[in-house]
């Protein structure tokens, strides 16, 4: 491991809906390039992790701070739910290219264009550019939000869950694309995943929440043993 | 036909209101807005009727209540989850408003139908001016705005992350609502506006898509409505929102039959 930056630092963080703690003293350093798998059972808190991680939810106790300042953080987010009604008019491409909000026309710049059909390639979306995302198939509409995610180069991706409705060659896929970006581009990835083979397949640390508090280490640590300790006991 | 003028205003009128409401339609059917709007259009009546009461014009008076309660309502549905019945109690206050400003004001009752289901006379070249005014100033803040706006409409999670100022932008957009409701009910009335505004994009939804698309199909059916509207309106001297309602609703419905069949196809 090279020393990289320290992009994302969360301090004694702790998370408590009325009357029902999640997670508590919760301190995480994540760096530049960094690939972290988060682990857990259902109902842990991972989700409500990611969400206090991206400002969306306000921690109770402790900070979420972004080094070396908020806005030169980009973040791509693929949540675990979204409502995409089967009504949704908008094709793939343009559910895609709404995430590019730079530029101040209407419409897309032919850069952008290019970045759309760039995008749509490499997450193998070219043949379903133009499909109703709403008609869209489980695992196609996860590409998609996967593409949406990447398209403005984020430096930093959430991924929650977003495999799980992926067959095992998509899957592979992807995340070898994602794994392209991190080695290439230094992205740094969150990756919230029920699946510990692809785990430890793909990342280099894990952070495992329990109902008893939060373990974190290298991937090769992320024992068998401890799987089953934290998520039957 | 057009050899007279008040025919003219109002199809100069007509169209900027299809043109208004095509494009602000679009967004209030990504955003769910149908029930907003409808309220909307209710406090404007009562804005209309408070305007003739003190004495200023139905628009203003509109423009006043409309963008008014734009904000506030846009507060709580920020926070609320009790919109729907929250955003009811305010409707029903508002027409009972407007009825007492209407008695209070001493205006017979063809003032309030008038206000209620627009007229087609009424309009003069002076009106059509100000709407223009006012179309041309949503337009341009709906231009500036639009890539957030559409991030926001189509894609409210990931407008999220990536950080936009969704609340500022949800309560940006219930002012520009407020002001092309105020602009539309000059010509179909306020009982009807959100007609123009939920209706042909809500159709447009079916066939087009891309936001473009929808907002020019939205304009095109809105267009058709509201020209065959007047000209129906003229010829036959019934009342122009009944003929737009009606064309509005057929197309809608025409959508939803063809929507059917192409599921039912596959
Ligand atoms: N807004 C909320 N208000 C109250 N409780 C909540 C809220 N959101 C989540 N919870 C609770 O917090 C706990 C953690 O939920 P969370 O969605 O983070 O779990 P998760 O680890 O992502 O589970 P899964 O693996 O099923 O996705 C759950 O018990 C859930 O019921
Ligand atoms: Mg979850």
Same mark, same amino acid.
């Given at each position: 491991?090279?020393?990289?930056?320290?992009?994302?630092?969360?301090?004694?963080?702790?998370?408590?809906?009325?009357?029902?703690?999640?997670?508590?003293?919760?301190?995480?350093?994540?760096?530049?390039?960094?690939?972290?798998?988060?682990?857990?059972?259902?109902?842990?808190?991972? $989700?409500?992790?990611?969400?206090?991680?991206?400002?969306?939810?306000?921690?109770?106790?402790?900070?979420?701070?972004?080094?070396?300042?908020?806005?030169?953080?980009?973040?791509?987010?693929?949540?675990?739910? =979204?409502?995409?009604?089967?009504?949704?008019?908008?094709?793939?491409?343009?559910?895609?290219?709404?995430?590019?909000?730079?530029?101040?026309?209407?419409?897309?710049?032919? =850069?952008?264009?290019?970045?759309?059909?760039?995008? !749509?390639?490499?997450?193998?979306?070219?043949?379903?550019?133009?499909?109703?995302?709403?008609?869209?198939?489980?695992?196609?509409?996860?590409? @998609?939000?996967?593409?949406? @995610?990447?398209?403005?180069?984020?430096?930093?991706?959430?991924?929650?869950?977003?495999? @799980?409705?992926?067959?095992?060659?998509?899957?592979?896929?992807?995340?070898?694309?994602? $794994?392209?970006?991190? =080695?290439?581009?230094?992205?740094?990835?969150?990756?919230?995943?029920?699946?510990?083979? !692809? @785990?430890?397949?793909?990342?280099?640390?894990?952070?495992?929440? $329990?109902?008893?508090?939060?373990?974190?280490?290298?991937?090769?640590?992320?024992?068998?043993?401890?799987?089953? =300790?934290?998520?039957?006991? | 036909?057009?050899?007279?003028?008040?025919?003219?205003?109002?199809?100069?009128?007509?169209?900027?209101?299809?043109?208004?409401?095509?494009?602000?339609?679009?967004?209030?059917?990504?955003?769910?807005?149908?029930?907003?709007?409808?309220?909307?259009?209710? #406090?404007?009546?009562?804005?209309?009727?408070?305007? #003739?009461? *003190?004495?200023?014009?139905?628009?203003?008076?509109?423009?006043?209540?409309?963008?008014?309660?734009?904000?506030?309502?846009?507060?709580?549905?920020?926070? /609320?989850?009790?919109?729907?019945?929250?955003?009811?109690?305010?409707? *029903?206050?508002?027409?009972?408003?407007? &009825?007492?400003?209407?008695?209070?004001?001493?205006?017979?009752?063809?003032? *309030?139908?008038? &206000?209620?289901?627009?007229?087609? #006379?009424?309009?003069?070249?002076?009106?059509?001016?100000?709407?223009?005014?006012?179309?041309?100033?949503?337009?341009?803040?709906?231009?500036?705005?639009?890539?957030?706006?559409?991030?926001?409409?189509?894609?409210?999670?990931?407008?999220?992350?990536?950080?936009?100022?969704?609340?500022?932008?949800?309560?940006?957009?219930?002012?520009?609502?407020?002001?092309?409701?105020?602009?539309?009910?000059?010509?179909?009335?306020?009982?009807?506006?959100?007609?123009?505004?939920?209706?042909?994009?809500?159709?447009?939804?079916?066939?087009?898509?891309?936001?473009?698309?929808?907002?020019?199909?939205?304009?095109?059916?809105?267009?058709?409505?509201?020209?065959?509207?007047?000209?129906?309106?003229?010829?036959?001297?019934?009342?122009?929102?009944?003929?737009?309602?009606?064309?509005?609703?057929?197309?809608?419905?025409?959508?939803?039959?063809?929507?059917?069949?192409?599921?039912? /196809?596959?």
């Amino acid at each position: 491991m090279t020393t990289t930056q320290p992009i994302l630092q969360l301090d004694h963080l702790g998370m408590t809906f009325p009357g029902h703690p999640v997670f508590n003293d919760l301190t995480l350093t994540v760096h530049q390039g960094d690939f972290w798998s988060i682990v857990g059972e259902n109902g842990v808190g991972k $989700t409500t992790l990611m969400r206090t991680i991206l400002h969306q939810l306000r921690p109770t106790t402790g900070t979420v701070r972004y080094l070396p300042g908020v806005n030169a953080v980009k973040i791509g987010y693929v949540p675990q739910f =979204r409502n995409i009604d089967p009504e949704y008019p908008l094709t793939i491409r343009d559910f895609i290219g709404l995430n590019l909000t730079g530029w101040k026309l209407p419409w897309l710049s032919r =850069r952008e264009r290019q970045r759309v059909t760039q995008i !749509l390639h490499e997450t193998g979306l070219d043949r379903l550019a133009t499909r109703p995302i709403g008609q869209a198939s489980g695992g196609e509409k996860q590409k @998609a939000y996967l593409a949406q @995610a990447l398209v403005e180069q984020p430096n930093l991706l959430i991924l929650d869950e977003s495999t @799980a409705s992926l067959d095992p060659v998509t899957k592979t896929e992807l995340l070898d694309l994602v $794994t392209t970006l991190n =080695r290439d581009l230094q992205l740094t990835v969150l990756f919230v995943t029920h699946d510990i083979p !692809l @785990a430890r397949k793909y990342s280099q640390h894990y952070l495992m929440l $329990t109902p008893h508090g939060t373990e974190q280490g290298a991937i090769a640590e992320l024992t068998d043993q401890k799987v089953w =300790r934290g998520e039957r006991v | 036909m057009f050899s007279y003028e008040f025919m003219r205003n109002a199809f100069a009128a007509g169209t900027i209101i299809a043109i208004i409401c095509g494009i602000m339609g679009v967004f209030v059917i990504a955003r769910n807005m149908s029930f907003l709007t409808h309220t909307l259009s209710e #406090i404007g009546f009562s804005g209309a009727a408070f305007g #003739i009461f *003190a004495g200023w014009s139905p628009l203003s008076g509109m423009l006043l209540f409309t963008v008014v309660s734009s904000v506030i309502v846009g507060q709580l549905s920020v926070r /609320a989850e009790r919109r729907e019945a929250a955003t009811s109690a305010i409707s *029903a206050l508002f027409i009972g408003l407007g &009825i007492l400003f209407l008695s209070l004001a001493n205006k017979n009752a063809s003032y *309030a139908t008038n &206000i209620l289901f627009g007229s087609v #006379i009424g309009i003069s070249t002076h009106d059509v001016y100000q709407m223009l005014v006012l179309s041309i100033l949503v337009l341009l803040v709906v231009l500036v705005i639009y890539r957030f706006l559409k991030f926001d409409s189509f894609d409210h999670t990931g407008a999220q992350v990536k950080g936009l100022w969704t609340n500022a932008l949800s309560v940006t957009f219930l002012v520009l609502l407020a002001l092309s409701v105020s602009v539309a009910a000059q010509i179909v009335g306020s009982l009807l506006i959100f007609i123009l505004l939920t209706l042909p994009a809500a159709t447009a939804k079916y066939f087009a898509h891309s936001v473009g698309g929808m907002m020019g199909l939205a304009i095109l059916l809105a267009l058709a409505g509201v020209w065959s509207g007047l000209v129906l309106s003229y010829v036959t001297n019934y009342p122009v929102s009944f003929f737009i309602a009606a064309i509005e609703a057929v197309f809608y419905f025409l959508a939803l039959g063809w929507q059917h069949f192409q599921t039912a /196809a596959k």
